[in-house]
């Protein structure tokens, strides 16, 4: 039954989310739908909006492609012969009927070879080509922006530029798919919705599967009229035609309603998606109805793929940043208890990282009867009293953890100002042991579109029809406890276990949780691999392959763009590279000895020359101490600190890089200093984070990650890193050594 079949005064709120929205058996009025028999190329089913076209090149259905229309498609039936299963090609665009060359594209199915023609928009581009300065442009600004919210809001700018929507909003799911509006810009003709909140129901599993898989979906009119899909006698009482690719695909009516209960005549949506997961969407709505043309959509699509790149790019980084951030917090707390029998003394000893292992308030450890308490927590007797609620609890492994305990627990209203939130770890198989942190009590207000309680009123539930600001005072949580907290904890239970209960051998069992580090950081790095390098180099080489293949039939903007995509590639691939090398730097072993730091300096500086060949540089490198330390990553640092100084005195008329040192009662101090282009004092702080760049790569080319690199290498070895810079007259950037026995001058 045709989802057009539901009355409209009688829509349920979930029937959209069993409505076969795939196979609506209509289109949207604004071109014609043709289903061919793949071996036949001969039509079996249609829509045609417009009458006159049928009136004037006859009916569709039976007809093979090369007489169909005119015979306009005629010439597709190559392309469209050897369409994979599964695949979408653009065909350019076919006049039908006098009425304008229709965008043409081809998507394969199993059985079924759909060929959608759209009516062309008046004024609309000529070519993607016309849409290519907005896209450079959008490129050029995300190298700038320095997180995923930003990021967005950038992205809502440029998809209304191009598009001319009244409001372009940046929606994000959350774990339950509840949505958030993260993102907004407008011109005030409808209201901001920005920060607003919007239920699960409002975007369904199998719509959320759709968008998914359709990066773009535009509906040109709420109020539009569906136009029906035609069948030969033959194929009558066939399966209904899954049209989910289609971009003239009619909507759920019970949707329709949806959006004109939100005031608007048009929508377009673009997904954002992370791994293959739906993250977001850019959504965009018109007071009026409003078509957009293809070349455009397109554009917003190619928008769409950078920003989920970009996306999924910064918080990854983010995390992998956090775990080992936590690692560092885990191996001081290993070090004190690998060597105390009474592992609740020593936990005890560092109260500061047993709290920021998991980002908590309060700690306690409860061990055969005893309580110790640390930081911000429930008095002792409500501790023993969650202890003994927890043994009774239904949980998987050793790990509870909930972000609102007096809702699930009655008794712990008592103590919500502190431990709202409790992630627990049980450290023992024959006692009551546990190690639990604590989080406070967080009162916030959610802003919701519209109330998100559902009424039983005993009649049909339909779309709901107030969007306005609802508020919603959420008590009795805490702050929610990440992915990153939990295994932070379940490590340090596996730590207890293995060192402190089970009397293992001291460095094996540290030896096991870093191989266990070690272990996850490949995987993270194998997964970048896979997800992000692989895609680049695959680009490259088609690129390549279309260059050597097409390069004599190309014209000079069609190999501009060509030679665009591959630099863009490959500098995409050359920062992947050097976050993979950031996040292995962490856990490469040590080998220090003593080393020439000035032979270090020399040959490090000598393998450099091809950087500045042509220019005449002043060097000043003095005789520098022997120190202990690594030497290839102190290769690396200096390899870092010396190429730096080489690239931002290129436009100086007379460069000059000094390397120094001097000692202090503790440490060695080293420097190199130049007369470059120097930076701001104010912007410091950025310099040794990952990312983080005070020049536009226009300027001088980099990823952001090599004075991390810096940092980290010198961090491991017990350093320190600063810098000193003014614009315009240089910049002097500074590490230290720690003495060891025998260091001599």
């Known amino acids: 039954m045709s989802s057009w079949n539901l009355k409209q005064n009688a829509l349920d709120l979930n029937s959209c989310a069993r409505e076969p929205i795939r196979t609506p058996g209509a289109i949207q009025p604004y071109g014609l739908i043709l289903v061919l028999d793949p071996s036949t190329l001969t039509v079996k089913e249609c829509a045609v909006a417009r009458a006159d076209v ?45 009425h304008g060359g229709h965008h043409t594209l081809a998507h394969r199915l199993a059985d079924d070879l759909i060929v959608e023609l759209e009516a062309p928009v008046p004024g609309e581009p000529g070519s993607l080509e016309d849409l290519y300065p907005a896209i450079r442009a959008f490129m050029g600004e995300i190298e700038r922006v320095p997180g995923t919210r930003e990021l967005c809001e950038l992205a809502a700018v440029q998809i209304r530029q191009l598009t001319g929507f009244d409001r372009t909003l940046v929606y994000q799911f959350d774990k339950e798919w509840n949505g958030a509006v993260v993102a907004e810009d407008g011109n005030g003709v409808l209201p901001s919705y920005l920060d607003l909140r919007f239920p699960e129901s409002d975007i369904p599993a199998q719509a959320r599967e759709l968008y998914r898989q359709n990066r773009v979906r535009l509906i040109a009119d709420s109020d539009y009229h569906p136009v029906p899909l035609v069948r030969t006698a033959d194929t009558a009482a066939a399966p209904p035609t899954d049209l989910s690719p289609a971009m003239l695909r009619s909507v759920s009516p019970v949707h329709l309603q949806y959006m ?26 018109n007071e009026a109805p409003k ?25 990854r980084a983010a995390v992998v940043e956090e775990r080992i951030a936590r690692r560092a917090i885990q191996v001081r ?109 967080v009162v916030r207000t959610v ?8 009424e039983d009123t005993g009649l049909p539930l339909s779309p ?26 379940m490590e340090l239970r596996t730590a207890i276990v293995d060192i402190v209960l089970r009397k293992a051998e001291e460095m094996a069992a540290l030896n096991e949780q870093l191989l266990r580090s070690n272990k996850e950081l490949e995987a993270f790095s194998y997964s970048v691999s896979h997800d992000l390098r692989a895609p680049f180099r695959h680009i490259v080489g088609y690129s390549e392959l279309l260059w050597a293949a097409a390069g004599e039939r190309l014209n000079d903007s069609e190999k501009r763009y060509l030679d665009t995509i591959v630099e863009s590639a490959q500098s995409a691939g050359t920062l992947v590279d050097d976050l993979l090398s950031f996040s292995q730097m962490g856990r490469s072993t040590m080998g220090q000895i003593s080393m020439d730091m000035t032979a270090l300096v020399q040959d490090v500086r000598h393998k450099l020359d091809m950087e500045y060949a042509g220019r005449s540089i002043t060097w000043v490198v003095p005789n520098l101490p022997r120190v202990q330390a690594d030497p290839g990553m102190l290769r690396l640092v200096w390899q870092n600190l010396l190429s730096n100084a080489i690239k931002f005195t290129r436009d100086t008329a ?11 009662d503790t440490e060695h101090v080293f420097f190199v200093q130049d007369n470059g282009c120097g930076f701001d004092m104010r912007y410091v702080d950025k310099l040794f984070g990952v990312f983080q760049r005070l020049h536009h790569s226009d300027e001088y080319e980099g990823t952001g990650i090599g004075l991390a690199n810096v940092n980290r290498i010198i961090t491991r070895h017990g350093g320190r890193t600063w810098a000193e810079g003014q614009l315009g007259v240089g910049a002097k950037f500074f590490f230290t050594i720690p003495f060891v026995t025998g260091d001599k001058v």
């Open 54 to 98: 049928i009136e004037t090149l006859g009916d569709p259905l039976g007809q093979s492609i090369d007489t169909l229309l005119g015979g306009a498609l005629a010439s597709c039936r190559p392309a469209l012969e050897s369409l994979a299963t599964g695949a979408t090609q653009f065909l350019g665009a076919h006049p039908v009927g006098g």
């Open 260 to 285: 004109r209960n939100m005031g608007t005549g048009a929508s377009m949506s673009v997904s954002l998606l992370r791994e293959g997961e739906l993250w977001g969407l850019i959504s965009c709505h």
């Open 291 to 315: 078509r957009v043309p293809y070349h455009v959509r397109t554009a917003c699509e190619f928008i769409g793929q950078i920003l989920s790149l970009q996306i999924s790019l910064k918080e």
């Open 333 to 441: 707390l290993l070090g004190r208890m690998a060597g105390d029998q009474d592992f609740m003394a020593a936990l005890g000893r560092d109260q500061q990282n047993l709290l920021a292992l998991t980002q908590s308030a309060g700690a306690a450890i409860v061990h055969r009867g005893q309580c110790i308490l640390h930081g911000d927590c429930p008095r002792q007797e409500q501790v023993m009293q969650l202890v003994q609620w927890l043994t009774v609890q239904q949980h998987e492994g050793d790990l509870i953890c909930t972000d609102r305990l007096p809702l699930e627990w009655d008794a712990a209203d008592a103590f919500a100002d502190v431990a709202s939130g409790v992630l627990a770890i049980s450290i023992s198989q024959i006692h009551d042991s546990f190690v639990l942190w604590f989080r406070p009590e």
């Open 447 to 454: 802003r919701w579109g519209g109330d998100p309680r559902k």
């Open 464 to 489: 709901r029809t107030s969007f306005e600001g609802w508020k919603e005072t959420v008590r009795r949580q805490s702050l929610p406890w990440n992915e990153v907290d939990r295994d932070a904890a």
């Open 654 to 664: 007379h460069p000059a890089i000094e390397v120094g040192h001097y000692r202090t």
